[in-house]
């Protein structure tokens, strides 16, 4: 630990929210589970907000300055959080490393790949790269009437969003989600992890995951976690 930085000295304070991402809908990560979920991959401050209301400056700064280290990491896990970390980061006491993660799964992967015997700016980079590899696919449903790719989705329909991008809509939730997982696989994917929301239970998730891992292959380790979001049925993690 002579190089290194103790939990004493280097904590992470993951900030939980997603704020409008496409104009047709409004989206929110937010659940009792997920900040559970984050406080087992060692994020010592969890900074949440609604579905209209995006964590504040002020209300980072105040994570910040609530845990007792002398450098800490923010991780926003969304693109429109990046710049008010960005502002805290130049208010805090202390210093402060913001890694731009603009997902869940893109934070959850920084969190595993954190090694408390390497310095603060090590880390930084080393868990940016583990995170940069993560690829997230969202399964939720249309709020109102809308037009993908010049054909119309009618409300409730569910749509499948590779990173922030809608690619393709149907009507059944299960194949919609597998067939997401399928396209997203790469030549070189190793993991793929299946997060499910509160609208879902634990069996149709189970069974989803079974689908997901028959039509990925047996190179791919395939896992769920229980996240108990509200809007996405399920969020995919592929690395």
Known sequence: MALGVGRKELVMVGVLLTGTLLAVLNLTMLSP?????????????????????????????????????????????????????????????????????????QGMTAMLNFDPDLKPEENAVAMMQAADRVSTGLITYAARDSEFDGKPIKKGEIMALENGKIVATGTDLVKTTYRLARAMKKKDTQFITVISGCDVSDEDAEKTTDLVRAKCGGSVEVSHISGGQPVYYYMISVE
């Not at 994020?43 to 300055?65: F, H, K, R, Y």
């Open 33 to 105: 589970a997920l900040p559970a979920i984050m406080g087992d991959l060692g994020v010592d401050a969890v900074v949440s907000g609604g579905q209209t209301m995006n964590p504040s400056t002020e209300d980072i700064l105040a994570a910040i300055q609530s845990v007792p280290a002398k450098t800490v990491l923010v991780l926003p896990n969304n693109k429109n959080i990046i710049m008010a970390s960005e502002q805290a980061q130049k208010l805090a006491d202390r210093k402060v490393i913001v890694l731009p993660t603009r997902t869940v799964p």
